[in-house]
């Protein structure tokens, strides 16, 4: 079960801009957020390669790439699409209300 079931406000929805990410730490999380033809997604901030923070990387469409050895992630399921990426970034559920994104993050 997680430690954080109930869901967190982040930020304000205009805070995060179209086709970027920006991090933020919620809940003691470094969290990365992105908004991708409208729709807010929210990942884990560090790259599971390396110690690199992945908003000071490089958003293409749905896919973030690590700083560090670019390796790359979906942002929609975490899952590596490409080398020397191989384990999965956390995806956390989001939810937009009253011009707020709000979070349930995932242990």
């Known amino acids: ?3 954080h079931p109930e ?3 982040a930020t304000a929805e ?20 992105y908004r ?4 807010v997604y929210a990942t884990d901030n560090v790259c599971t390669h390396g110690q690199a923070r992945l908003c000071d990387g490089f ?7 690590c700083p560090l050895h670019q390796g790359r992630f979906d942002i929609r ?3 590596p699409t490409c080398a020397p990426v191989t384990e999965a970034i956390r995806c956390h559920p989001v939810r937009i209300e009253g011009g707020r994104v709000l979070l349930q993050l995932r242990d």
């Open 14 to 33: 205009a805070d995060v801009p179209d086709d970027d990410v920006i991090g933020l730490d919620i809940g003691g999380l470094d969290i990365a957020l």
């Open 77 to 79: 399921d975490g899952s």
């Open 59 to 65: 958003l293409e469409g749905h896919e973030i790439e």
């Open 1 to 3: 079960m997680s430690k």
């Open 36 to 39: 991708v033809d409208g729709t």
């Open 7 to 9: 869901w967190l406000d």
